[in-house]
């Protein structure tokens, strides 16, 4: 069973940049395509970015040329750099393998961007 910690969000004004990491636990991380998703208060849980065991990247729309999604397997764990942040990306962010989330869900981590 994996599980998974993110961590990392915070405040940002627009125009700002965070970085948001998730570490898994458990077996076969390495083997897995990762993503992270989030949901916005009032809004379905919704799929931002992926990343295979090989690195390959898919991003949707919304954010492709502003965020990044990386990982470690030496460290179990997912990145995903933001940067050019909007309002809209107001949201809880989470990790889970993609594009179906396999795994329970962790806490997540709040990201907020002011005007």
């Known amino acids: 069973q994996v599980q998974l910690v993110e961590s990392g969000g915070g405040l940002v004004q627009a125009g700002g940049s965070l970085r948001v990491s998730c570490t898994a636990s458990?077996?076969?991380?390495?083997?897995?395509?990762m993503g992270w998703y989030r949901q916005a208060l009032g809004k379905q849980r919704e799929l931002v970015a992926t990343?295979?065991?090989?690195?390959?990247?898919y991003y949707v729309d919304s954010v492709k040329g502003r965020f990044t999604i990386s990982r470690d397997n030496t460290k179990n764990t997912v990145y995903l750099q933001m940067n050019s942040l909007k309002p809209e990306d107001t949201a809880l962010y989470y990790c889970?393998?993609?594009?179906?989330?396999?795994?329970?869900w962790g806490q997540g981590t709040q990201v907020t961007i002011s005007s």
């Open positions: 458990g077996n076969a991380f390495n083997a897995k395509t």
């Open positions: 990343i295979t065991r090989n690195g390959v990247t």
């Open positions: 889970n393998t993609a594009p179906s989330p396999f795994a329970s």
